[in-house]
T-cell receptor, first 113, second 116 residues
Framework: AQTVTQSQPEMSVQEAETVTLSCTYDTSESDYYLFWYKQPPSRQMILVIRQEAYKQQNATENRFSVNFQKAAKSFSLKISDSQLGDAAMYFCAYRSAGDKIIFGKGTRLHILP | EPEVTQTPSHQVTQMGQEVILRCVPISNHLYFYWYRQILGQKVEFLVSFYNNEISEKSEIFDDQFSVERPDGSNFTLKIRSTKLEDSAMYFC??????????????FGSGTRLTVV
């Protein structure tokens, strides 16, 4: 069965600095998709960035980028120029060609002013 | 931007009572999902629904749970006899289909269910 592991329950970063959130996953599939979701205090789930496993190029969305290492099954999220509004719970997630998305346990990110 | 709408945002119910959580998915989406998140824990898959039937369900989704798409726009989750441990945030999500699987889903803003 596929699993998603986030080894950092909490992290803090100074405003305007860069932070990297770690994620590893386990799968025997070759074709799959990886996501980072943000959950602010409102508890809504917001898609931040996605990566197709067949693409070697790392996905980028403005200040958010990923470091996707397929062989190592690693999918880290880098947030550049951190802003107060980035404070949230961040979930790494995996989906194969099947239906469900599998989430990691999350990393709570604090932004220090 | 299209949204998945969930109502109510917060529901309090007595243990043993039936509760129905409602969702309006995005109109051109074909796949519908329920997830739950117990406070402080990870988001867990409950059930997926396609073509008017359940396509996959987790072991959490036992006989106390059911889903329905009664009128082509709403998607509901019913818990027949609520237990204290059903207290959680329940998220509805919808997806465009397997062709769009790389796009993940769109989640609603959730219903906080409190069982007392």
């Amino acid at each position: 069965a596929q699993t998603v592991t986030q080894s950092q329950p909490e992290m803090s970063v100074q405003e305007a600095e860069t932070v990297t959130l770690s994620c590893t996953y386990d799968t025997s599939e070759s074709d799959y998709y990886l996501f980072w979701y943000k959950q602010p205090p409102s508890r809504q789930m917001i898609l931040v960035i996605r990566q197709e496993a067949y693409k070697q190029q790392n996905a980028t969305e403005n200040r958010f980028s990923v470091n996707f290492q397929k062989a190592a099954k690693s999918f880290s999220l880098k947030i550049s120029d951190s802003q107060l509004g980035d404070a949230a719970m961040y979930f790494c997630a995996y989906r194969s060609a099947g239906d469900k998305i599998i989430f990691g346990k999350g990393t709570r990110l604090h932004i220090l002013p | 931007e299209p949204e998945v709408t969930q109502t109510p945002s917060h529901q309090v119910t007595q243990m043993g009572q039936e509760v129905i959580l409602r969702c309006v998915p995005i109109s051109n989406h074909l796949y519908f999902y329920w997830y739950r998140q117990i406070l402080g824990q990870k988001v867990e898959f409950l059930v997926s629904f396609y073509n008017n039937e359940i396509s996959e369900k987790s072991e959490i989704f036992d006989d106390q749970f059911s889903v329905e798409r009664p009128d082509g726009s709403n998607f509901t989750l019913k818990i027949r006899s609520t237990k204290l441990e059903d207290s959680a945030m329940y998220f509805c999500a919808s997806g465009i289909g397997t062709g769009g699987v790389g796009y993940g889903y769109t989640f609603g803003s959730g219903t906080r269910l409190t069982v007392v």
